[in-house]
Antibody, heavy 119, light 110 residues
Framework: EVPLVESGGGLVQPGGSLRLSCAAS????????MNWVRQAPGKGLEWLSY????????SYADSVKGRFTISRDNAKNSLFLQLNSLRVEDTAVYYC????????????WGQGTLVTVSS | QSALTQPASVSGSPGQSITFSCTGT?????????VSWYQQHPGKAPKLMIY???HRPSGVSNRFSGSKSGNTASLTISGLQAEDEADYYC??????????FGGGTRLTVL
């Protein structure tokens, strides 16, 4: 297994901010593109963002572009997602996932961290 | 970035074969052989079952197979088992350098 452990979720008011973290171990983190994916309660998966190995390329879904920022610290084997201007509809379990390098597939996922946006 | 289209639910009996469809556009599914499929049991993280349309990761049963024709990808499960009951999601790389998922299909094993 390739442990990915997310943290940083919690309850936040609309308009607030949160920073999610994903700690990686068991593989050479700096060699892999990493992603964030979320799942609203009872809903399907929604891809949010990816960041390439050296952070030179980042991509975002339209739904979060301008509000969320992905980053990574290869020295600390960590992936981050800064969530700003949060909305009620951002309530979801947020997963980090490794791009295995085969056809943009996500070969390992963390267990997720729950973000609840509510007043 | 519209989601790929998947049927909401599919059901089958043990031992049967069932096929899930995943319809996209010429900007995603039709443009690349970068379709992957994920299995998700309730309360669990998704698990990669198929990558690059038809390839199985190590450890995934050969009862799972994938294919693609035009803008539609398919996942077939043969010899259906009770443990296969789960939600299944397709995903594709897109011409916008993003990734898109389907809405998911719930498989019920009767």
């Amino acid at each position: 297994e390739v442990p990915l452990v997310e943290s940083g979720g919690g309850l936040v008011q609309p308009g607030g901010s949160l920073r999610l973290s994903c700690a990686a171990s068991g593989f050479t983190f700096s060699l892999y593109t990493m992603n964030w994916v979320r799942q609203a309660p009872g809903k399907g998966l929604e891809w949010l963002s990816y960041i390439r190995e050296s952070s030179d390329i980042r991509s975002y879904a339209d739904s979060v572009k301008g509000r969320f920022t992905i980053s990574r610290d290869n020295a600390k084997n960590s992936l981050f997602l800064q969530l700003n201007s949060l909305r009620v509809e951002d309530t979801a379990v947020y997963y980090c996932a490794r791009d295995g390098g085969s056809g943009w597939s996500l070969d390992f996922w963390g267990q997720g961290t729950l973000v609840t946006v509510s007043s | 970035q519209s989601a790929l289209t998947q049927p909401a639910s599919v059901s089958g009996s043990p031992g049967q074969s069932i096929t899930f469809s995943c319809t996209g556009t010429s900007s995603d599914v039709g443009a690349y052989n970068y379709v992957s499929w994920y299995q998700q049991h309730p309360g669990k993280a998704p698990k990669l079952m198929i990558y690059e349309v038809s390839h199985r990761p190590s450890g995934v049963s050969n009862r799972f197979s994938g294919s693609k024709s035009g803008n539609t990808a398919s996942l077939t499960i043969s010899g259906l088992q009770a443990e296969d009951e789960a939600d299944y999601y397709c995903s594709s790389y897109t011409s916008s350098s993003t990734r898109v998922f389907g809405g998911g299909t719930r498989l019920t094993v009767l």
